[in-house]
C-alpha cells in the first residue's frame, strides 16, 4: 500500500509564498520521478512542476521563475515553494509519485487559493 499525504496548502494573498510538502509511504522500491499537478475548477489537471531520480526538473511555463520544486534528503519527500503567488494559481495541488515497476500514485490534494 502505498501512500502519499501533502500539506502546505491554504489561503494567501497574490504576491504571498506558500511551501507545498508531499511525503510518500508504504512498499515502495524506488521513485523515477514525483511532481506536483494543479487542478482548477472547470479545468482539467495539468502539470506544474516534475523533478526526477537525477534531480531533473521540468516547469509550465506559468510557474518558471516563481515556483521552485525539490526533493527532501530522503528522497520520499517533495516539496513546492511558491512565490509571487497570482490569482490564478489558485488550485486543488496534487502531489504524484512514479515508482519503478508500480506505476503512479496520487495524493488526496490540498487547496490553494490566491486572494487579489
Known amino acids: 500500500q502505498v501512500r502519499l499525504v501533502e500539506s502546505g496548502g491554504g489561503l494567501v494573498q497574490a504576491g504571498g509564498s506558500l511551501r507545498l510538502s508531499c511525503v510518500a509511504s508504504?512498499?515502495?522500491?524506488?521513485?523515477?520521478?514525483m511532481g506536483w499537478y494543479r487542478q482548477a475548477p472547470g479545468n482539467q489537471r495539468e502539470l506544474v512542476a516534475t523533478?526526477?531520480?537525477?534531480?531533473?526538473?521540468n516547469y509550465v511555463d506559468s510557474a518558471k521563475g516563481r515556483f521552485t520544486i525539490s526533493r527532501g534528503n530522503a528522497k520520499n519527500t517533495v516539496y513546492l515553494q511558491m512565490n509571487s503567488l497570482k490569482p490564478e494559481d489558485t488550485a486543488v495541488y496534487y502531489c504524484?509519485?512514479?515508482?519503478?515497476?508500480?506505476?503512479?500514485?496520487w495524493g488526496q490534494g490540498t487547496q490553494i487559493t490566491v486572494s487579489s
Open positions: 504524484k509519485i512514479t515508482a519503478r515497476g508500480m506505476g503512479d500514485y
Open positions: 508504504g512498499s515502495i522500491f524506488s521513485i523515477s520521478a
Open positions: 523533478i526526477t531520480s537525477g534531480g531533473s526538473t
